[in-house]
């Protein structure tokens, strides 16, 4: 399941707290206002329409769907096919926090575990762990990687400004 906030300015200054969910990759979402479900968006072929409830502006439609649109989780599948587009075949959003890879064949197996597993750190944005099921080209082999991203501590060297 993934579950987006988004914050929109409505009439007269107030702002409206908007809750994108979707159960299962490839559904819709649901649009949930105030828990009051609105209506439900799909993409299917790249082209956002709605498919229940009140028509909603055109504004607001294209503030939702952007909002879906420009989430890192979307975007990380291809980021790992272009980082090795000679070791990956293809990789499948289960969740915001879960994908599955699907490796080429005649590929070291083993070896682009090591590598994998050393690197996919620092490719990530999100603040949480994300599970990574990687299996080899006819699903023989597989293994699973759980990985944070790197976090990087800044460090400061002399006096700091307080301001008070």
Request: net charge negative; aromatic share 14%; glycine share 6%.
């Amino acid at each position: 399941m993934i579950e987006l906030e988004y914050f929109y300015d409505g009439e007269n200054g107030a702002v409206m707290v908007y809750q994108l969910i979707q159960f299962e990759a490839g559904e819709p979402w649901r649009i949930v206002l105030d828990g009051e479900l609105l209506g439900s968006l799909e993409n299917p072929q790249g082209s956002w329409r709605q498919l229940s409830g009140d028509d909603l502006s055109a504004e607001l439609f294209n503030s939702l769907t952007g909002h879906i649109d420009n989430q890192y989780f979307n975007s990380l599948p291809e980021e790992i096919c272009s980082r090795w587009p000679n070791l990956v075949e293809k990789v499948v959003l289960i969740s915001d926090a879960a994908y599955m890879v699907i490796c080429k064949e005649g590929i070291s197996f083993r070896s682009f575990e090591r590598i994998f597993s050393r690197f996919i750190p620092g490719l990530l944005k999100n603040e949480w762990a994300v599970k990574f099921q990687v299996f080899n080209h006819d699903f023989s082999d597989d293994f699973l990687l759980e990985s944070r991203p790197l976090v990087y501590k800044k460090e400061t060297f002399g006096w700091e400004e307080v301001n008070r």
